[in-house]
């Protein structure tokens, strides 16, 4: 806060006032502050008094995760929280919603509040803006998705490759006529995905011209949508792709409103709640995220504990769980 007040040209307690929004500060001197507030990268300590006390460490991580309204995202948290507990550690957890301004102002909130490290998920095309809070030490790891403009840890499945696996699966069954559905581009797991989707069809010698790629499906009902459509249109596939779980749940409702469910074959990425009671039950392409979740925040609190070995990125192998739709043959 001095050396923000020095380069500001005022008083310590005027930088106080402006960073906790206490009024009587002239605009002029605000957007001084502010301005310095900016080239320094300063955060407010929240818990200075405190930190002075414990040993500077709050005990407590921050986790961004895409939703926790996913179970996806969930067994993250769950895999860091139970790692974290046996620490005596809290985690303070928060919704990502794939929204890049949500990303860095729930980071700059974790920030504020002095979190002794990151797990985080990206949304935005870049995370350079962390690179200062590396410098000053702060451990970060990321999960599900490698960051962009920053080397810090990550940990992530072969999603090419997990795709790749889902393709292979239905061309044993005779399909060659088979449909993606796949999230937003904009995501780097979607895109990983759609990649091994279509290199596995070049490499089993399956023109990709004409084939049935949508992108850009947000939740089940888009996802409901496009397969409808798929359904319906001139070219219906006589299998299905869906690249993310909440993409499959809309798919499954299409395939069951059209009576497709027997016909059409379905092998989708992540496991869904009670994919195997349903008829068929569904097969899918399994993640563990709770190992994900459990790995990062081991590797947090190594990072913590002094490890200063180069970041790299660990990769989770996915597995193929067979339960029945996937395994729905050509002209069933």
Known sequence: MRHVASLAGVGVKTVSRVVNGEP???????????EAVRQL??????HAGNLRRTGRRTQTLGLLVGSVANPFSGAIHRGVEDAASAKGVAVFASSLDDDPDRERGVVSAFLRRRVDG???TTAGKSQAYLQPELELGTPIVFVDREPVGVEADAIVCDNADGAALAVRHLISHGHRNIAFLGDRTEIWTARERRRGFIEELGRAGISIDGANVVDGLYDEVAAHRATEALLRGPNPPTAIFSAQNLITMGAVRALRDN???????????DDVSLAALLDPAI??????PQRIGALAAERL?????????????????????IRGSGEIPHDA
């Open 118 to 120: 990151l797990i985080l």
């Open 24 to 34: 009587n500060v002239s605009e002029a001197t605000q957007l001084k502050v502010l």
């Open 283 to 288: 097969t899918v392409i399994a993640q563990d």
């Open 259 to 269: 009576g497709a469910h027997h016909r059409v074959a379905l092998v989708g990425f």
């Open 41 to 46: 990268n300063f955060q407010p300590d929240m």
């Open 301 to 321: 609190f190594a990072r913590l504990d002094g490890d200063t070995t180069p970041a790299r990125s660990y990769v989770i192998p996915t597995r193929l769980i």
